[in-house]
């Protein structure tokens, strides 16, 4: 079993940064891909980015050349570098794993991030 717990979420101006960071315990060996999905207020929930065990990343056309993801030396804490803010990245960030061990990923619980002057 692999537990998340995310931080780094809060109120940004537009074109500011703002760094998440996804802290895994539990089978962190299991663990053969992050990432991290958001949802707005009433929108669906949307893939941001993942990164896999050998290091390639994915990354939404929204967000693409404004975020970059990463995993630490470690490979227990997983980061989302979030830069040139807009207000539509306004949304709860969440943070996924899959692993070998369950047929499903586990998540955190979320963390709040805001975009507005």
């Known amino acids: 079993q692999v537990h998340l717990v995310e931080s780094g979420g809060g109120l940004v101006q537009p074109g500011g940064s703002l760094r998440l960071s996804c802290a895994a315990s539990?089978?962190?060996?299991?663990?053969?891909?992050m990432g991290w999905y958001r949802q707005a207020p009433g929108k669906q929930r949307e893939l941001v980015a993942f990164?896999?065990?050998?290091?390639?990343?994915n990354y939404s056309d929204s967000v693409k050349g404004r975020f970059t993801i990463s995993r630490g030396d470690t490979r227990n804490t997983l980061y989302l570098q979030m830069n040139s803010l807009k207000p539509e990245d306004t949304a709860d960030y969440y943070c996924?794993?899959?692993?070998?061990?369950?047929?499903?990923?586990?998540w955190g619980q979320g963390t709040q991030v805001t975009v507005s002057s």
């Open positions: 996924y794993a899959f692993s070998t061990v369950t047929s499903m990923p586990s």
């Open positions: 539990g089978n962190i060996f299991s663990i053969f891909v």
């Open positions: 990164i896999n065990n050998d290091g390639s990343t």
